[in-house]
């Protein structure tokens, strides 16, 4: 079956796909690295120079990220990109069926436990609210100004966010000042409804709760980890296991997890943004499918609180 491409204004993936790479979830696939240069000493490291360390670091990271993740292609193999031109990179074969047939422990909106799949967790917060708008202009998205090229060249990347307190996509403030306050780079983009391949269109939802941060430190990470043989353990912490170690298998967690729960509001619930309220956070719209990113531009303003800008002012 083919799978549809962005490029027809849909991110929906097919339910059955055929031309994945096939590759069984291999929960012994993860052994850590040996490294004589850096060790781990009364709560200090010791040992190579950064540069050298960042990149046993990266590379780590990519030999994890590449036995769970596959580029995503149609049935003569040619790369499936999202309407910007970026690749699109899915979960192998296995994860997600494991994922759909586990049960969690977990509180709803209303603090009330209750145990249901991760669908039914980002399913009991999320609001289908008809007063939210069709498009959202000119909205602010902080970023690195070393990121700005590439995204402006190749397309939003909703992967890389950080911080995905509200789900995982690319967050975007509705203030130049939100903005401010997480980058010195910024970019303005419209927000719109996308139509898939079906001629159904994209759906704006509410999310009045931070639930998945709170997900993302529950059992549904601890379990991820086991399936994934990333689980971190004391072994990671002792003899010659480099410090990166730890953190570049939770760091891989998260963004299978991330993946995985951006499949399900996408493909299976249709949702192309959130309109995302918190009294601890940003008003924030937070943006699932990059399809839905449009007019992207950067804004190039001086920064108020620097020298540069003669005055100090707040937003």
Do not use: W
Request: hydrophobic share 35%; net charge neutral.
């Amino acid at each position: 079956m083919r799978i549809s491409a962005a490029s027809q204004g849909a991110y929906l993936l097919s339910p059955k796909v055929s031309n994945y790479v096939s590759k069984p979830v291999n929960k012994n696939l993860n052994t850590p690295p040996k490294s004589s240069n850096v060790a781990f000493c009364g709560g200090m490291f010791y040992g190579a120079p950064a540069e050298s360390t960042n990149a046993e670091k990266a590379e780590y990271e990519k030999s994890l990220m590449n036995k769970f993740f596959v580029k995503l292609t149609d049935e003569n193999g040619n790369l499936i990109r999202t309407s910007h031109g970026r690749e699109v990179n899915v979960l192998v074969p296995g994860i997600k069926e494991e994922m759909d047939s586990r049960i969690f422990k977990f509180t709803d909106a209303n603090r009330n436990e209750f145990e249901g799949t991760v669908k039914d967790i980002i399913e009991r917060h999320i609001i289908y609210d008809d007063n939210l708008k069709d498009k959202y202009e000119r909205m602010f998205h902080g970023t690195d100004k070393n990121y700005i090229k590439d995204i402006l060249e190749n397309g939003p990347d909703v992967t890389r966010s950080s911080r995905v307190v509200f789900g995982p996509g690319m967050y975007f403030a509705l203030s130049e000042g939100d903005a401010q306050a997480y980058s010195d780079g910024k970019l303005l983009a419209d927000i719109v409804k996308t139509t898939r391949q079906n001629g159904e269109q994209g759906k704006f939802v509410r999310v009045n709760d931070a639930y998945y941060d709170r997900m993302a430190q529950s059992d549904v990470m601890r379990t991820l980890g086991k399936l994934l043989g990333t689980e971190v353990t004391g072994a990671d912490y002792q003899g010659n296991t480099p410090y990166y170690v730890p953190t570049s298998k939770m760091s891989v967690q998260n963004k299978v997890l991330n993946e995985y729960c951006r499949r399900i509001l996408v493909d299976e619930l249709g949702i192309d943004a959130a309109f995302a309220l918190d009294s601890a956070y940003h008003t924030c719209i937070v943006v699932f499918n990059p399809d839905s990113i449009t007019n992207m531009e950067e804004l190039k303003s001086v920064n108020p609180y620097s020298s540069q800008s003669g005055i100090f002012r707040h937003y």
